[in-house]
């Protein structure tokens, strides 16, 4: 595998269930993001980890729980979602947050969720 | 505040012709702005960026854009549009408010159709 994979492709859940996503990056990055793509919407930045550490949280509802166990692997663990939480999730890594430096962003190809 | 504004949800080419996708920005600081692109099903690509060295940028697949203070844009332009182009385009600019943090803006994306 290269670059930024994400599992599943696709989830379908109900709003009782817990599920999790999960993102790798193989590019030897210490920064990994998670962004929400909505439907005629901008995409949004929901949290930042830099060197595994959380670096931003975007004002997200607490039934969004992230976690970095290295920086290669970044989760997304989900518990009683809402139907309104449907949307493409997507994770990104960088060399680092820092976009002093320019950084680019590289994304993985997204989770499409729908919350029944 | 930054924003970033596509001025077109849509455009339409054939192949073969000029490809012009709008781009304008607000920003009381020095940005840096960059064009992703998104293929179906796929994740984010960086096209190119702007971090204030020349105002005209050079990207991959034949991409420019040219960077205008005072017009405040970052239009991106292809001379001649291509089947492959298809795709959904982001104008992006950075927070430099949260430059540590690793925080981009997205447009809300304009979608290229080329024609046959």
């Known amino acids: 595998e290269t670059g930024v994979t994400q599992t599943p492709r696709h989830l379908v859940m109900g709003m009782t269930n817990k599920k999790s996503l999960k993102c790798e990056q193989h590019?030897?990055?210490?920064?990994m993001y998670w962004y929400k793509q909505s439907a005629k919407k901008p995409l949004e930045l929901m949290f930042v980890?830099?060197?595994?550490?959380?670096?931003e949280n975007n004002s997200v509802p607490s039934r969004f729980s992230p976690e970095c166990p290295n920086s290669s692997h970044l989760f997304l663990h989900l518990h009683t979602l809402q139907p309104e939480d449907s949307a493409l999730y997507l994770c990104?890594?960088?060399?680092?947050?820092?976009?002093?430096?320019?950084?680019?962003?590289?994304f993985g190809p997204g989770t499409r969720l729908t919350v029944l | 505040a930054q924003s970033v504004t596509q001025l077109d949800s849509h455009v339409s080419v054939s192949e073969g012709t000029p490809v012009l996708l709008r781009c304008n920005y607000s920003?009381?600081?020095?940005?840096?702005l960059f064009w992703y692109v998104q293929h179906p099903n796929k994740g984010l690509q960086l096209l190119l960026k702007?971090?204030?060295?020349?105002?005209l940028v050079k990207g991959i697949n034949g991409f420019e854009a040219e960077f205008k203070k005072s017009e405040t844009s970052f239009h991106l332009t292809k001379p001649s549009a291509h089947m492959s182009d298809a795709a959904e385009y982001f104008c992006?600019?950075?927070?430099?408010?949260?430059?540590?943090?690793?925080?981009?803006?997205f447009g809300q994306g304009t979608t290229l159709q080329v024609k046959p």
């Open positions: 702007y971090t204030s060295a020349a105002t």
């Open positions: 990104a890594s960088s060399q680092d947050s820092n976009l002093l430096s320019y950084n680019e962003q590289f």
């Open positions: 980890y830099n060197f595994k550490e959380q670096t």
């Open positions: 590019l030897g990055h210490n920064a």
């Open positions: 920003s009381s600081y020095s940005p840096s």
């Open positions: 992006v600019v950075s927070d430099p408010r949260s430059s540590n943090t690793g925080k981009l803006i």
